[in-house]
Structure formats: C-alpha cells, structure tokens
C-alpha cells in the first residue's frame, strides 16, 4: 500500500520516510552513505539575500560527522556589513530539517541551510534566520499559536523576441502554450523546488507579458502552500536559487524585480498567512466567517505596514511598482477579494464547498462534511522580490503578534475595510481618509525608525539590525527619483538594471 512518504517528491523524505522537520544527524549519514553522496555543501544567506556556499568533499565517515555536528567558521565582515572585520569569525551551523539532494549539481551532493553562531556558541543576533526565529518563537508565547505562511514568486523571463503566437500586451494571465513560451521551464522549476522540499500549491503565467528592444519579458507565478513560517522563508530562498541556475543552465536571463519599465505589470512577492491552534485554522469560525483572531492580524499588518516596507520593497524600484491606480497597493486599508487594498481576504471554501464537485461530476456522492475554514488566509501584498525573505517573514509575525497586543485592534481594522475599487472616481473621498505606503526607500527607513520599538520589543529585531537597516535604505537618497524619471524611459531602464538580480 501507497503511504505519504512514498509519494512525496523529496528523495530524502522517501529513503528515509519521515518528515524533514524529523531529520536527525544519524539520518544524514544513512541516506549519505547508502546513496554515494560524495559532496555536502553548507549553505547560508548574507546581508544581499542570497545564497552562499561552503562545499566539503566527504573523505570518510568521522569527516562527515565532523561537518555535519560543528558546522565550519566562515567570515562575517564579508557576508554582513554590520559586522567588523577585527572580530568578524562565525560558525555557520546546519540546520539538518532543511537537508535536500542538489538537483543541479553533476556529483552526488547534498545541501544543508546553517544558522549563524558566534565565537561563545551563541546564535548571532543580527542573523535573519535567527531574527525570524525569534519572532516566531515569541508570537507562540505571546499567542498560544503558530504562525503560518506562504508566498506568491513572480518573475520575469527575458529571452529574443519570437513572433510566432505572441500572447497580446498584458494579457499573459493563465495562458497556455504556444502563446505562453516558457511553461515547460516553469514545470522543471517546480519539479526541481518539489524535490529540495519546497511545498508548492500551483504555477501559472501571469498577466504581464511584453516586447522591448527586440527583447520578449514574459512573467510567471510559482506559489507555495501555507507552511511553518520559518519553513516558508527557507522554501522561497532555495527556490529563488533554482529559478535562476534553471535559468542559467538554460542560457536565460531571469529577474525577480519589482518593476522593468513603466504601464508595464510589476512583480511582487505577496505572502499569504495563517494563524493555527491544534491544526485548525484560526482566522475562521465554523461558519466559515472571519474570526477575531483574523481581524487582531489584519490590524496589526495595517498598522505597520509603512514600516514593514523596509524589509519587503528594499530597493528604489520597489516605489516604482507601488504607484497609485495600478493593481499594487498604496493604500493602507483591507478588503474581501479587493486586489486594490493592501491586505485582502481571497475568496475561500466557505459555502457551497460540498455541492460544486458534485454538481460538476453528477457520479460523485456529497462530502459529508466540507472543511470551509482550512484553505482561508490573509494576504500581504505590497511586498516584492527585492524582500529580505527572512526578515520580511519576521517582520510579518511580529506584526502579526502587534495586533494581539493593540488594544483597539478590533475597531481598527472594521474602520479600514473597504468592499469596493478605491480607485474609481465615486470611492475618491474614501480613499483620502486612508493612509499610504511610503513612497521611497528613504521614507521606509523613517517609518522604520518611527516603528523601531515594535520589532525590537521581546529583543526580536536586534537595535544593531535596525540601524543597519535604516542607514541602508537612507543611502539610496530616492526621495524625489521617481518624480525624476518619470518621463525618461531610459534612465528608469539603467536603473531597472541596476537592481536587476537582488534578492
């Protein structure tokens, strides 16, 4: 019989049949040493939100040991800018839940996402994987529940013109072939994020779709399940590793940024959240209608949202995608199916969940019993593929913790809901009442300062990340850029290159 670690697309997860999150150091060694691996790279995120690498050549069973329960020293001054390089040594110590077969490299070789330790054995505060931890670890104190999350990887795909079944300006959404070019690669990414343990929900080609010197910029989606947030940012950081060797490998370039010209559908990064108590999902009641707990999380979004920017739209491009009128938020407001607001409540399984599938196959019997609340989640939608991954998903759990703590987080979201296009002429005096998003990287860095306490609270977000922070989105002195170029296509295309591959 069929269990479900023999159908999981995970090589380890099959050999070993258990979850990652089970994975212990014998276990490594096992699947090592039956399946001739003969490399282990140790991998770890810097300060520019990539991937680094540290590669060992297995020379026999004590080595692998070695590496696998001591890590490796690594220097910190060149991974973060935060750190001197007078007193800069690390550990970089893996974390074996995360342990997956490298699905591009010629030799056996299995990957391994570290944490960062310092001198004393202590994690380094500053990490963003221990950042993320930490507010995690914290909102579960503070809460009695889990916070959950998801993302939503959109990116471009820039290759020679074919003019053979071009799919018309801006009307890329869920096209198919030959009108969408490059599905079959976004099928081998998806097997490929599958196989490193990433939980996918669906891929599909997205709406925007040009030409722009004899150069064709095709998007696609690729989004994720609902998953342990901290298991969330590792999954969208190896996957936005894949994304980008696929593309390689394929003599392809690929961009993650926010936006590539102007009229043109930028590309986001917006996170879905849930909130779990012993495994039910606590934004819904058994009605199927938003719960307390929901509104306390949406409140709490909203109300940081201004600062939240600094770890989700880093770059001065991520202000030219968050524009008014344009499908991306500047609002600070929420609503149901709206995608003009900043956080939305997608259309759920709610009602009727139990007929549709019999209405569609008349052969099916109803569901005795359709679970409505279990698919429902609260979405973030400003953020873009400029995000620190890590502390974008610690800045979205401490906001989420924020509004269980704000007294009057109830009526404050009730007061910011709008059910209707708050951009069309007759909604005009709503949407003056609201507040906005900031418009440059330098007024993200003042809403952070201005919000700095509500991270650093529980010591989540170290004083030492935030003035790194600040001070880095400071230096982009973007105050008045997008008034600059407004009119110079040119000039907005050299700094489109400029951020082309970050994050």
Known sequence: MTNTFNLSPNPLVRFLQKEPKEFTKSDLIYYISENNIEIINLRYVGADGRLKTLNFIINDLPHLDSILSYGERVDGSSLFPYIESGASDLYVIPRYRTAFLNPFSQIPSVDILCSYYTKDGKPLETAPEYTLRKAHQTFKRVTGMEFQAMGE???????????????????????SSPFCKWGDFRRKCMQAIAKTGGKIKYGHSEVGNFTLNDFSFEQNEIEFLP????????????????????????????????????????????????????????YVDGNGELTNTALKTIAGFLDTASSLTAFGNTVPTSYFRLVPHQEAPTNICWGDRNRSVLVRVPLGWTSGAQQMITDANPLEQPQSKADVGNKQTVEFRCPDGSADIYLLMAGLTVAARHGFEKRDAIEYAKERYVSVNIFSDEHKATAEKLSHLPDSCTASAECLEQQRSIYEQYQVFSPQLVDGLIKRLKSFDDSNLRRELENDEEKTLNLVRKYANIG
């Open 153 to 175: 990887l959109e990116y471009y795909i820039v290759s020679k013109r074919d003019e053979l079944f071009e799919a018309e300006n801006q009307r890329g959404y869920h096209e």
């Open 227 to 282: 998953v342990d947030v901290e298991e969330a940012a590792d999954q969208l950081l190896i996957a936005k590793w894949i994304l980008r060797t696929l593309a390689y490998e394929h003599g392809l370039d690929l961009t993650f940024s926010p936006k590539i010209t102007t009229g043109k559908a930028g590309s986001g990064m917006h996170v879905h959240t849930k909130i779990v108590k012993d495994s039910r999902n606590m």
